[in-house]
């Protein structure tokens, strides 16, 4: 059975487990370098990126987590843990570090404050219907390397989803929502990386 560690250091954690949970998959969660053994994958959730950045560092995870992703462990990250992944951050807090695994800019809040949370629906590469997204104090991606896969967007252009290798990372929450598509194609991505969509997200039918 794939075994999914979830960043349990603070925020959206249970939802992940959850959905996870639905499909299949046994979940971890993640605090210390030691829970990192063993695991077939990680998804990084969404909450508040200076946090998770603050407690894996305390907790000495940052560079064996760093390390583990650098190393091929596929990751899924939703909002703050695509900020956590970006090798670079607009509006960062001061002293802010990331793991550096996504060669993206993002920018922090890009959508405004809580009160400004959203939830519409968005075109995802490798599913042939769109996906319901929430948008809670989301990043945008404002600039991606020549190694990044656009997965998705909104409909004015702007990114809103990115892939590296077996690094995944999209600015909403897909796990707010109950549908469970977009896990399941990553899931099915981490079990068999072969059968990955090649295609990229611009050249799709319906894009
Ligand atoms: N704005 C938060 C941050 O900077 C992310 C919000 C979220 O994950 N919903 O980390």
Redesign the pocket.
């Known amino acids: 059975m794939v075994r999914i560690g979830v960043l349990a250091l603070q ?1 959206g954690i249970s939802e992940h487990v959850a959905a996870l949970t639905r499909l299949g998959a046994v979940t971890v969660p993640v605090r210390r370098p030691v829970d990192l053994a063993g695991l077939d994958a990680i998804v990084l959730p ?5 946090v998770f950045d603050k407690l894996a560092r305390a907790f000495g995870l940052a560079g064996p987590l760093a390390g583990a992703i650098a190393d091929g462990l596929p990751v899924l990250a ?3 843990g695509l ?1 956590y992944l970006a090798a670079r951050v607009e509006d960062a807090a001061e002293g802010q570090q990331t793991l550096g695994a996504l060669d993206v800019t993002v920018r ?2 890009a959508f405004g404050t809580q009160l400004d949370s959203f939830e519409t629906s968005v075109r995802v590469r490798g599913l042939d219907a769109p996906v319901p997204a929430t948008f ?4 945008l991606v404002t600039w991606a390397g020549p190694q990044i896969e656009v997965i998705s967007r909104l409909e004015d252009g702007r990114i809103i989803g990115v892939r590296q290798g077996a690094v995944t990372g999209y600015s909403f ?1 897909p796990e707010e929502t109950g549908d469970d598509r977009l896990h399941r194609v990553w899931l099915e991505s981490v079990t068999d990386p072969e059968a990955a969509t090649p295609a990229d997200l611009d050249a799709s039918p319906w894009a």
């Not at 809670?136 to 990043?139: E, G, K, L, Q, S």
């Open positions: 925020g969404g909450g508040e990126s200076t939703t909002c703050a900020i922090r809040n809670i104090r989301a990043p929450h």
